[in-house]
């Protein structure tokens, strides 16, 4: 499409989207805190400037007392009420929690707030603070009486003060008194609702920052674990690849380099015939380029170069005929069931146990006849290996082995193991050997 660019990735889109979520959670929690640090700063200093205003007002703006001289009283009552409110309030935050304490504060607030405005008017501008402190520091029920306790002394402003109550129109101050608790109340409801509220998204952030801390926790933790995860793997698929390669050099080098050895020996002892000699000659340097073929591609990885030219069963049966014609004992190869390919792994590891109990054979049976038996099943692969030679017992083993025969037999039975199979070997002095591999049939072109 004309003109469209591609929008660029966060090389971890996860990660990415997990930081966005925990900004706008920290970004939340800092406009909660922001917002109420405002708002405990207004109410902390609010009371002093509405009673300085209704002071003024009152210095300004009222009569000659109606020939009373109230100003001594009413400074005197302003500068308990400032000091009241300031002990309470404004120097000793600690006993806000205190309720039985702040109810006894609450309740000298209004009383002197009452008198105030009983002797002028102006002091309705203070009385506001009664719905303030009402809201901070009473809790339930007490909330309410606390705001129709201010309702009426505001009344007592609302109507022109206590003169005009007294002269005749006393029924203002109960109606007016009913018509602004009613509204206070309503209003205070609404304010109750919304702190509630305010208060419900706080413990949520907070629940909310709990749960991110701990998910950034388990994050670590998760990645510190798959880091030892992938070590692990690292280190399991170092130790394969050896195991693998030792298996790869004693079936094709060490087995080469060994019949190698056993034709030289044999060309010397026939040092005396020399056709004889160029025969055993001539079968190490076949050995020998068979074994660099198979070097090379063990080192790329690669299947056996028999394989890669057969199928299963006539790799079998070539290795067979080549080992019987080198080391002068007959070995023969019998297939039994449907011939199909198998998984590279499978036919591998059956071509592998051949060479390998033919190798043995060679070394240790001093047998005259070899019987090789490759079965296809329905579910199973089977090979059957057996020589009328010496035999041995395989719980004993041989000097410089291991109990079951040697390198050859532990690292034929781990290649049989890796594909769930069986290695069975049965044996017995004078009895000759029999070697049997089970490995599932899996098909060629499946995943293990």
């Known amino acids: 499409m004309a003109g469209h660019r591609p929008q660029p990735r966060h090389p971890a889109g996860k990660y990415f989207r997990w930081e966005q979520v925990v900004s706008v959670e920290a970004e939340l929690r800092e406009e909660f805190d922001r917002w109420e640090r405002k708002e405990t700063a207004v ?12 002071i003024v007002m009152t210095l300004l703006l009222q009569p000659l007392w109606n020939g009373e001289a109230h100003l001594p009283e009413v400074l005197g009552l302003s500068v308990l009420l400032t000091a009241w409110v ?104 609404a304010d109750v609702m919304s702190d509630r509220r305010n208060h419900g998204q706080k413990r949520a952030l907070v629940e909310l920052n709990k749960a991110n801390v701990e998910l950034e926790t388990a994050l670590a933790e998760n990645a510190g674990l798959h880091a030892r995860l992938l070590a692990q793997a690292r280190e399991a698929g170092v130790l394969e690849e050896r195991q693998r390669m030792a298996r790869e050099i004693h079936d094709t080098l060490a087995q080469g380099l060994a019949g190698i050895l056993t034709q030289l020996q044999a060309a010397e ?43 299963l069963p006539d790799a079998i049966g070539d290795v067979a005929e080549r080992w019987s014609k080198v080391n002068r004992v007959e070995a023969v ?41 490759l079965s296809y099943m329905e579910d199973l692969v089977t090979l059957d290996v057996l020589d009328d030679g010496v035999g041995f017992r395989p719980g004993a083993g041989r000097a410089g082995t291991s109990a079951d025969g040697g390198f050859g037999l532990t690292g034929m039975r781990r290649r049989v193991q890796l594909l769930a199979g069986r290695l069975d070997i049965e044996s017995e002095p004078g009895e000759g050997t029999a070697i049997t591999v089970t490995v599932p049939a899996i098909p060629a072109g499946s995943e293990r």
């Open 333 to 373: 190869l019998t297939t039994t069931g449907d011939v199909r390919p198998m998984h590279t792994d499978v036919e591998v590891t059956l071509l592998r146990t051949a060479q390998e109990a033919l190798a043995n054979v060679a070394k240790h049976a001093r047998a005259g006849r070899v019987s090789l038996t």
């Open 269 to 311: 002892q026939a040092s005396h015939a020399p056709a004889v000699s160029r025969r055993h000659v001539g079968n190490a340097m076949e050995l020998a380029r068979e074994s660099l073929t198979e070097a090379r591609r063990t080192v790329h990885a690669v299947g056996p170069s028999a394989l890669a030219e057969a199928r």
């Open 86 to 189: 300031m002990w309470f309030h404004t120097f000793h935050p600690e006993s806000h929690r205190n309720g039985p304490l702040m109810g006894l504060y609450y309740t000298g607030l209004v009383a002197l707030t009452a008198c105030l405005v009983l002797l002028t008017p102006w002091f309705g501008f203070f009385a506001f603070v009664g719905y303030l402190h009402a809201f901070q520091y009473l809790k339930g029920r007490w909330r309410y009486a606390g705001v129709a306790a201010t309702s009426v002394v505001s009344a007592v402003s609302y109507v022109g003060g206590a003169a005009n109550i007294v002269a005749g129109e006393w029924w203002k101050w109960p109606a007016v008194s009913a018509l602004t608790t009613v509204m206070a109340t309503v209003a205070f409801h």
């Open 43 to 54: 109410l902390k200093v609010l009371p002093y400037p509405l009673l300085a205003v209704s």
